[in-house]
Antibody, heavy 118, light 109 residues
Framework: EVQLVESGGGLVQPGGSLRLSCAAS????????MHWVRQAPGKGLVWVSR????????SYADSVKGRFTISRDNAKNTLYLQMNSLRVEDTAVYYC???????????WGQGTLVTVSA | SYELTQPPSVSVSPGQTARITCSGD??????GYWYQQKSGQAPVLVIY???KRPSGIPERFSGSSSGTVATLTISGAQVEDEADYYC????????????FGGGTKLTVL
């Protein structure tokens, strides 16, 4: 069974940093592209970033480019999202998701809430 | 930036057919994907590559794509199908960035 378990969310002040982790199990992690998707309270889904199997192909949404960094550790079956210079508008549930045929998404974690507030 | 456009809401009675559309200029070249999100839950993939159904998804869910419009069809909608539905694709840039539609609230009552 595919499992994606996010951690690292919490309350942070504007301008602060946070690092999200996603522990993957139930599939061959190193063979899949991975994505982060977020959802602000009461709003729709927004694609944030994706990374290919060996970290050679990475892409970001314009809203986070230059502030967020996606990475992975295939030995630990773990995906990361380093979030710097956080803004109030970054407040959202962040979902770790598995890539389907690379650029699409099939499985989702349960999400971790990030709140940016003074 | 690339956008996918969905109607904010669709309403049907139980047993009727619900159709949710998603408009995007890249659809003739890009696949469409559909996700169901029930209240308080993570999204679930219900249609991939325009018209394929993952295992475990009921046969009443189907997808199609024509020109710049992808469509999710729920034939004989049931009360438990009430949820938010999101389409997804990628832009035409070399970066293949993901894009979600704004979501459609399906009401079945």
């Amino acid at each position: 069974e595919v499992q994606l378990v996010e951690s690292g969310g919490g309350l942070v002040q504007p301008g602060g940093s946070l690092r999200l982790s996603c522990a993957a199990s139930g599939f061959t992690f190193r063979s899949h592209w991975m994505h982060w998707v977020r959802q602000a309270p009461g709003k729709g889904l927004v694609w944030v970033s994706r990374i290919n199997s060996d970290e050679s192909n990475i892409s970001y949404a314009d809203s986070v480019k230059g502030r967020f960094t996606i990475s992975r550790d295939n030995a630990k079956n773990t995906l990361y999202l380093q979030m710097n210079s956080l803004r109030v508008e970054d407040t959202a549930v962040y979902y770790c998701t598995r890539g389907l045929s690379g650029t699409a998404i099939d499985y989702w974690g349960q999400g971790t809430l990030v709140t940016v507030s003074a | 930036s690339y956008e996918l456009t969905q109607p904010p809401s669709v309403s049907v009675s139980p047993g009727q057919t619900a159709r949710i559309t998603c408009s995007g200029d890249a659809f003739p070249k890009k696949y469409g994907y559909w996700y169901q999100q029930k209240s308080g839950q993570a999204p679930v993939l219900v249609i991939y590559e325009d018209s394929k159904r993952p295992s475990g998804i009921p046969e009443r869910f189907s997808g199609s794509s024509s020109g710049t419009v992808a469509t999710l069809t729920i034939s004989g909608a049931q009360v438990e199908d009430e949820a938010d539905y999101y389409c997804y694709s990628t832009d035409s840039s070399g970066n293949h960035r993901g894009v979600f539609g704004g979501g459609t609230k399906l009401t079945v009552l």
